[in-house]
């Protein structure tokens, strides 16, 4: 199967390109996947020596930390309100985009805007619309179109804390997810929406019929990308309230960060993270399956 | 490009002059409306997505007395540049700009000519077990860098690497191989195999043919690659924050948040001119380059 281009390609060829690369990618990605795995067996403070303990680690997670389970289930909703702000707001602007004549390209660009900053501007920019005292962006909206009673401090509330810190995330990542959905219904062909159209189907026909099923496939793709990069979301949880109040906004990544770095229990924050990387590939294998199964029904 | 529409005829604006005649005149003023909805629902949409970004750089023209008394939808009473003159007096911005160049462009490099070359020798040079190496490539797409910071942390220590421009390149280049390997070789599925053919009868070896032919029809490909992950590498500030202590080799994200506790008391509209200048290169690059970016994008993702 894989056969060669180049008939007289030697074997050292194949290794003077191929070693750099995985060189590369074997240090920063592979090994130390390894090394996780093999710390997540071990109590260690980075000082004293490594002191083996064999599943206790994963004992501690799984039953006798609260935290670890707070920060669980805020990571799940974190995950589901940035997939509802990136893909349902994705596929609503693509989906109108596409009816439209002009400025397309305008609203591609100025859509894609947010993804351009960086996280700890995000953040600056978001505690000053959360703010109550002086009054944010947020809380002065809100006082005009009459809800003034519902005026708070977005992010000091312990109902409010893990949407606040969740939104930016979608925001500024909701272009990106758009541009790709866009493009694969523009190659959606017209003359089968058209007929359809003719035999009397409205629009919402047209999108589960015809416009879903086309792009499908780039739908799961889509959404893999954006459930293992929330999945992995950390810099504005983290810089906008680190977890707190209390641990209302903890994620497992921000959790995992202060255990490694700020208890310096680089065993158990191991344990964490070869949990987050497991929970991604379970995400993974669950979007491949329901969307997958919907296909086939 | 929407001001087209107020110039525009009325009568033409929405459909051509053929769509119309064959269109019953109920079905077409429904499809005006439609259009003209969708219009006003996207204006709103983008208007919302903007908005903040606006704000923030008015923020970053008004007095400080006008930002804390004034109401956040207020346009500013005068506009002043004091704010960046404070900016660059307190931070280190300069230092800090320079040092995100150097490290998006090392991270680059390798990202670009690493993958590069393993895409070439999985998808041109081919070997046994090229489908395990290249599905050992792609699971890195959906692996967290979480999961690296821990080991990378104790490695670097350990080796010295903490603290420099290389304990933020590497896991950088690292990461964004996957996705460099992936697209070069799907590009590279698309040479036809006669190009090489032609150039092997003439007795190029595989390095020359990766330098002569591989490489240049790859520019493409390359800018797009170098957008997007600059605008990542650009902005990244787990590593950075992980690694890298001394402020001398501090990044814009590290050097933006080191700057509000550098004054204590939280100079708003300073900061904002701060995050303004820091902004504006990649904004540049952005809004010059953008038809090639959000071309690649598109056709990256549709590819897969």
Known sequence: MSSTMLPNRSKTSVLVFLLPPLLLYGIAVLFPIVQSLFLSFFSWDGITDLRFVGFDNYARMFVGDDVFWTAFSNSLGYLVICLVLQLGGALVVASLLISLRRGRELVKTLYLLPAVISTVAIAFLFQRIYSLEPTGLLNQLLQWVGLGELQQAWLSNVDTVLAAVSIPEGWRFTGLYMLIIYAALLAVPQELEEAARLDGANWWQVFTKIRFPYIRPVWITTTIIAATYALRGFDIPYLLTNGGPGQASELLTTYMYKTAFTHTDYGYASTISVFIVVECLIAVGLIILLLRRKADA | ?304
Not at chain 2, 76 to 98: H, K, S, W
Not at chain 2, 140 to 150: S, Y
């Open chain 2, 1 to 304: 490009m929407t001001t087209h529409t107020a110039i525009a005829p009325p009568s033409t604006t929405m459909t051509t002059p053929v769509e119309r005649d064959r269109m019953p005149q109920r079905r077409r003023r429904r499809l005006d409306l439609h259009r003209t909805l969708a219009s006003v629902i996207v204006t709103l949409i983008v208007i919302v997505q903007v908005y903040p970004l606006a704000w923030l750089f008015l923020t970053s023209l008004r007095t400080e007395q006008d930002f804390a008394s004034g109401n956040p939808f207020a346009l500013p009473t005068e506009l002043t540049l004091d704010n960046y003159a404070r900016a660059f007096a307190t931070g280190n911005l300069g230092l800090n700009i320079v040092n995100s160049l150097v490290v998006t462009l090392g991270a680059n490099l390798f990202i670009v000519l690493l993958g590069m070359m393993a895409a070439y020798a999985i998808q041109v040079l081919g070997f046994r077990l090229s489908r395990v190496v290249r599905a050992l490539f792609l699971i890195g797409i959906i692996v967290p860098v979480q999961i690296a910071l821990v080991p990378l942390f104790i490695d670097y220590s350990s080796v010295n690497l903490l603290d420099t421009y290389l304990s933020m390149i590497i896991p950088l280049a690292g990461f964004a191989l996957p996705m460099s390997v992936y697209l070069f070789s799907s590009f590279y599925e698309y040479i036809p195999r006669e190009t090489y053919e032609a150039a092997s009868i003439d007795g190029a070896g595989p390095y020359r043919i990766f330098g002569q032919i591989t490489f240049p029809l790859s520019v493409n490909t390359i800018v797009t690659i170098v957008l997007v992950n600059s605008i990542f590498i650009w902005n990244d500030f787990i590593f950075a924050n992980t690694f890298v202590l001394s402020d001398e080799l501090k990044t814009i994200p590290l050097g933006l948040q080191n700057y509000i506790g550098a004054m204590g008391n939280v100079d708003w509209t300073a900061t904002f001119a701060a995050v303004c200048i820091t902004i504006t290169p990649l904004l540049l690059v952005f809004l010059v380059l953008n038809k090639a970016m959000i071309y690649g994008l598109e056709s990256g993702a549709t590819k897969g």
